[in-house]
């Protein structure tokens, strides 16, 4: 086991060791076999952000670990050399530290811990608490002066739910009087805005100017943004911002969020995404897809998603990922770069018909560096100001976040794959395409993947029954004997657009399922991007079918084609849009199944409408409200097709899990299918979670998930 491993199992357990009583040998973690197992998951280091010196020298990074035992983790700051050498341990403390960053110009390092900022120097001396600020921070950033800083907090918003009356303190009701009552896991009574504060001589901040004042607005975003949707300017007198001004029902229905410009000194604010024209209502049952909002007439208004701003090295453009379309979630993502001094707007990734995940300016300004999926690989690319794009990497992994390193040429880059979760590496471009040249410079598992014998992966191309080509995923069993047959599982992804890329899951996660004696089919089914727009979009208003049909394309050829999957023990297992598909193969699969998982998925489509808080997903992907008169084919055929529906046809064991404080997809959903079965009379369980979101994060719970996951498989594959 490292060292910082040890540290963090002793800090949780509310005691601190020394640097001598932590030094121990590498294989301290006895696992008791070499194939994988959910205990072998979670006593993983997980590497979080990472944060390169101005000079390029020296890397900063957290990691995260958690204890099954104590139900919780521990995240702590590391920093190193560049080249991984000379590693130091700077969490002394059982207190989470978060969010490192160099500032003075690489002389300290500042972070968060318990709500508060602090700072230190790199080799962990002059730790120093620089806020007292009365509401936890939840994010900062240093303005290139180092005079200022950007504070991300937490204010009382009533937009949707009133305020309880002062004389009714323990009252738990809630008056509720329009949508955005709830997002993804949690009643909306708080927004997050930003302030910035001053730096004082001594290195004190104070509580700082909220920018947003008197604006129920929220900045960043909701459910998952943070820091990256602020920047400062290159001369620190201005802010760009991420913001979708809209609350209730047009919040609820729209995507169209913008980048904005706030100026320290005026106090004034613009819209670099709008150009002041008056934008048409919309109605909020049906998809913005027919709707005046995203025809022509308004395609240089930015209505889609505009997020993460970063201004040039030169100060000279801003930079942000940009989706065209209002309504649509899983648009394709765009680099927008904007001209300061014109005002031009100008699409730099048009010819890579993909997503950009991620990306940074070069220190020249005049390349950007970005990720991109495409055939179920994350790769780094480049692009110059006049659009034209080259990969620079290539392989079977999944580059998950991209930056400079520093002054150098170099990039900072984490990277993972299906058999392996994130380390950090260092990336020298190359000008030929595909030969960069890439250093390791973290294993933080190393002790663990030592003892653990992964299975093999493979890559087929599958004809779907409309004649394409479809690119499916096959995961081996380790110590794989051909000669075998082994119990096979369909892997149904999410989404519906996520990628089945070399993505590292520690809940669905390939090489577990490999590791308990199953084949995985994993297909890129239709829906997903890494294929061009084409493939990508087939799915919105046809969820049942030519993807599902994708799905039977895929299993239908291991078992036929592949002489080491057993026909007559299949299973399908999927969460999200994956569990939706789940629910649907129970009744269309013609016994080609011997039992089901479905996670968190949607069940009853006419109920999913109006259950879930982002009211856009389900307009978009289903075209129309249920009580439409004038819906569309689309949409009938879509709720005629709801899985619910088809219940008749079930006749196949199913489990299903969900979790309470699921907003997206909610609870009723399992628990729908999950009686309908035993009504049935057909062997099924709920797996019910009240206190996990759409995911499952506590470390026993997680454990219970996959004991639960496995256990049900064996039950009926493995007889």
Excluded at 148 to 171: E, F, H, M, R, W
Excluded at 202 to 229: H, R, S, V, W
Excluded at 394 to 418: C, E, P
Aim: proline fraction near 4%.
């Amino acid at each position: 086991m490292n060292k910082g491993l040890l540290l963090a199992a002793a800090l949780l357990a509310g005691s601190v060791q020394t640097e001598a009583q932590t030094m121990i040998s590498k294989n301290h973690i006895q696992l008791q076999s070499d194939c994988m197992t959910p205990e072998a998951l979670w006593a993983m280091g997980r590497i979080g952000g990472c944060a390169a010196s101005p000079d390029g020298k020296k890397i900063a990074y957290q990691v995260g670990y958690y204890s099954v035992k104590e139900n919780k983790g521990h995240q702590m700051l590391f920093v190193m050399d560049a080249d991984g050498k000379n590693k130091r341990q700077l969490t002394q403390t059982a207190k989470s530290e978060t969010d490192v960053a160099w500032i003075e110009g690489g002389k300290k390092l500042a972070f968060l811990c318990d709500g508060q900022l602090f700072t230190e120097n790199p080799d962990g001396t002059d730790r120093k608490q620089v806020s007292e600020s009365k509401t936890d921070i939840e994010g900062f950033r240093f303005s290139p002066d180092g005079k200022k800083v950007i504070l991300i907090k937490s204010l009382p918003y009533y937009g949707s739910i009133k305020q309880n009356p002062s004389d009714l303190p323990k009252a738990t009701g809630m008056v509720i009087t329009d949508l955005n009552y709830r997002h993804w896991d949690h009643y909306v009574t708080t927004i997050l805005h930003p302030f910035v504060a001053n730096v004082s001589a001594n290195g004190m901040i104070d509580e700082g100017k909220d920018i947003l004042a008197g604006e129920n607005y929220e900045c960043p975003t909701a459910p998952f943004g943070g820091i990256e949707q602020l920047a400062w300017s290159v001369d620190s007198r201005s802010v760009a911002y991420t913001c979708r001004k809209k609350e209730g029902v047009d919040y609820a229905t729209s995507t169209d969020t913008d980048i904005f410009l706030y100026d320290l000194e005026t106090g004034k604010t613009r819209n670099l995404c709008k150009t002041g024209v008056s934008l048409p209502m919309s109605d909020p049952t049906k998809t913005m897809k027919y709707q005046a909002i995203d025809s022509e007439k308004f395609k240089n208004e930015n209505v889609g998603y505009d997020v993460n701003p970063k201004f040039s090295p030169d100060g000279n453009y801003v930079a942000w990922q940009s989706m065209a379309r209002d309504g649509y979630e899983s648009d394709r993502n765009r680099l927008c770069v904007y001209n300061l001094k014109t005002g031009e707007k100008k699409y730099v990734t048009e010819s890579f018909d993909s997503n950009v995940d991620d990306y940074c300016w070069a220190n020249d300004s005049k390349t950007l560096y970005f990720l991109g999926c495409w055939h179920a690989c994350v790769m780094v690319y480049q692009t110059n100001l006049s659009g034209q794009v080259m990969q620079l990497t290539d392989g079977w992994y999944d580059f998950g976040s991209v930056q400079m390193l520093g002054a150098t040429k170099n990039l900072l880059v984490t990277r993972h794959s299906m058999s392996h979760p994130d380390d950090i590496f260092v990336l020298t471009p190359s000008k030929k395409e595909k030969k960069s040249e890439l250093k390791q410079i973290t294993d933080e598992n190393a002790d663990i993947f030592a003892q653990l014998e992964m299975g093999k992966i493979q890559q087929r191309w599958v004809k779907t029954t409309d004649g394409k080509d479809m690119l499916v995923w096959i995961i081996l069993p380790p110590h794989f004997d051909a000669n075998k047959k082994y119990p096979t599982l369909l892997y149904c992804e999410g989404g519906p657009q996520s990628p089945v890329s070399q993505f590292w899951s520690y809940r669905w996660n390939f090489q577990i399922m490999a590791a308990h004696g199953y084949v995985i089919v994993a297909p890129n089914r239709r829906g997903l991007p890494g294929f061009g727009s084409e493939w990508n979009e087939e799915i919105s208003g046809d969820w049942t079918g030519q993807c599902m049909k994708d799905y039977l394309s895929a299993i239908d050829d291991a078992a036929q084609n592949l002489p080491f999957v057993d026909k007559d023990r299949l299973g399908a297992v999927g969460a999200s849009f994956g569990g939706f598909s789940v629910y649907y193969l129970a009744g269309h699969h013609n016994k080609r199944f011997k039992c089901f998982i479905a996670h968190d998925g949607a069940f009853n489509l006419e109920s999913m409408y109006t259950d879930t808080e982002e009211d856009w997903f389900s307009n978009w992907e289903y075209d129309d409200a249920y009580w439409n008169k004038d819906m569309t084919d689309n949409a009938r055929r879509t709720y005629e097709n709801s899985p619910h529906k088809a219940v008749a046809n079930w006749d196949t064991p199913i489990l299903c899990i969900h979790g309470e404080k699921d907003y997206r997809i909610n609870y009723n959903q399992g628990m729908g299918a999950f009686n309908a079965a035993r009504m049935k009379g057909i062997p099924a369980e709920l797996l019910l979670f009240p206190d996990e979101n759409h995911w499952v994060l506590k470390p026993q719970n997680g454990i219970l998930w996959q004991r639960t996951f496995f256990e049900w498989l064996d039950r009926w594959l493995k007889k």
